[in-house]
T-cell receptor
Framework: GENVEQHPSTLSVQEGDSAVIKCTYS??????FPWYKQELGKRPQLIID?????GEKKDQRIAVTLNKTAKHFSLHITETQPEDSAVYFC????????????FGTGTRLLVSP | SAVISQKPSRDICQRGTSLTIQCQVD?????MFWYRQQPGQSLTLIAT?????????ESGFVIDKFPISRPNLTFSTLTVSNMSPEDSSIYLC??????????FGPGTRLLVL
């Protein structure tokens, strides 16, 4: 089955810096890669996703890149703000009707003012 | 997007008892899933709730321990049976249309004494 590895487990940056979180997946059939942000005590919230027919997707300060050959994808947050502090999870699935998500282990991002 | 609610939001239970968690979606969704999240950990899929048929369980999870119902396209229940302290966790449901984004409920925080 699919296995998703995520690095780093913790990431501390200064406000205004960029943050990059990386994930690798094992199943080449996976074709949908969402990223979720989870604040303490809250539900995971989708922040961006990418499908395998696209190499990069941007939404304001957030971008995701996908390298299908290497089977890895990354989340990029620019101009970080203290409210970006949270745990971020990557996931992978075969999004063909039965989109079971396999999650990475999570990255705790701390943005210091 | 789908709005998902769960009941109860939290509960404290005695070992040996059972708890049923309800998940309600505000629109018809094809896929519904149940996850478990231990404190500080990632999300682990328990099962896929199939409408009108038996749930599909992941390795390590069995129907006798986690019976699931899904009578229609907007509602599902997860029962945690014969609970032990090891079942203390956050239980989340998620849902979405086939081939589309999954949204999460707020979670049920369970403590077993």
């Amino acid at each position: 089955g699919e296995n998703v590895e995520q690095h780093p487990s913790t990431l501390s940056v200064q406000e205004g810096d960029s943050a990059v979180i990386k994930c690798t997946y094992s199943d080449s059939a996976s074709n949908y890669f969402p990223w979720y942000k989870q604040e303490l005590g809250k539900r995971p919230q989708l922040i961006i996703d990418i499908r395998s027919n696209v190499g990069e997707k941007k939404d304001q300060r957030i971008a995701v890149t996908l390298n299908k050959t290497a089977k890895h994808f990354s989340l990029h947050i620019t101009e970080t703000q203290p409210e970006d502090s949270a745990v971020y999870f990557c996931a992978a699935s075969m999004n063909t009707g039965f989109q079971k998500l396999v999650f990475g282990t999570g990255t705790r991002l701390l943005v210091s003012p | 997007s789908a709005v998902i609610s769960q009941k109860p939001s939290r509960d404290i239970c005695q070992r040996g008892t059972s708890l049923t968690i309800q998940c309600q979606v505000d629109s018809q969704v094809t896929m519904m899933f149940w996850y478990r999240q231990q404190p500080g950990q990632s999300l682990t899929l328990i099962a896929t709730a199939n409408q009108g048929s038996e749930a599909t369980y992941e390795s390590g999870f069995v129907i006798d321990k986690f019976p699931i119902s899904r009578p229609n396209l907007t509602f599902s229940t997860l029962t945690v049976s014969n609970m032990s302290p090891e079942d203390s966790s956050i239980y989340l449901c998620s849902g979405g249309p086939a081939g589309e984004t999954q949204y999460f409920g707020p979670g049920t925080r369970l403590l077993v004494l």
